[in-house]
């Protein structure tokens, strides 16, 4: 079966940069993304990894390995809108192509 | 531009009693659709989604069903609700045409079922 794990919980401060995590044991699949959910919301697309390497957009990055099996959310010069839960998530290959098996979810504090 | 709708967005319901949870989606031809549960701080698990009119994939055995009788109508139903079934569910639509397509889904804004 497909998992992907990540931290539970991360609390950073205002203006700093933080790095959440996903590790996945899945044998394979197209690209990994990620969603963000603030809380009571509905989750809202961020970004999407389909090769190895950095995907940049405005102050989020996010990043993949496939050989290492991880990736991560990088957010910079956070601001106190960016409190909320994070999930990473694949599409597997085989079966059906077309759904999402996401991550356990961070729930990201930023203290001022 | 494309846009999903739920409703009700709160629901409070007796145990044994039926459920009905409509989606919508408005914008777009041909989606693919997908109903999901999440409980109170935990992720979100896939319960159903079609790929076309009639055609519902399950992924977890459960007291629910779902259904596609349009196009860009999604229904959650029940027969006999538990107190399991308590939970935040969403609903969400991708597109059809492959690649980046198919990883990025919209979310409608929920409805938050309470079984007492």
């Known amino acids: 079966g497909q998992s992907l794990e990540q931290p539970s919980e991360v609390t950073a401060v205002e203006g700093a940069i933080v790095q959440i995590n996903c590790t996945y044991q899945?044998?394979?699949?197209?690209?990994l993304s990620w969603y963000q959910q603030h809380d009571g919301g509905a989750p809202t697309f961020l970004s999407y990894?389909?090769?190895?390497g950095l995907e940049e957009t405005g102050r989020f990055s996010s990043f993949l390995s496939r050989s290492d099996s991880y990736g991560y959310l990088l957010l910079q010069e956070l601001q106190m809108k960016d409190s909320a839960s994070y999930f990473c998530?694949?599409?597997?290959?085989?079966?059906?192509?077309?759904?999402?098996?996401f991550g356990t979810g961070t729930l990201l504090a930023v203290q001022p | 531009s494309q846009t999903i709708h739920q409703w009700p967005a709160t629901l409070v319901q007796p145990v044994g009693s039926p459920l009905s949870l409509e989606c919508t989606v408005e914008?777009?031809?041909?989606?693919?659709l997908y109903w999901y549960r999440q409980a109170a701080g935990r992720g979100l698990q896939l319960l159903f989604y079609?790929?076309?009119?009639?055609?519902i994939s399950s992924e977890v055995p459960q007291n629910l069903s779902a259904s596609r009788p349009q196009d860009r109508q999604f229904i959650l139903s029940s027969k006999k609700l538990l107190l399991s079934d308590s939970g935040f569910y969403l609903c969400?639509?991708?597109?059809?045409?492959?690649?980046?397509?198919?990883?990025?889904?919209?979310f409608g804004p929920g409805t938050r079922l309470t079984v007492l």
């Open positions: 969400a639509w991708s597109g059809r045409s492959g690649g980046a397509d198919y990883n990025e889904q919209f």
């Open positions: 899945t044998s394979g699949f197209y690209g």
């Open positions: 990894n389909a090769l190895d």
């Open positions: 998530a694949v599409r597997p290959y085989g079966g059906a192509t077309n759904k999402l098996i």
């Open positions: 914008g777009t031809s041909n989606p693919n």
């Open positions: 079609s790929v076309g009119i009639g055609q």
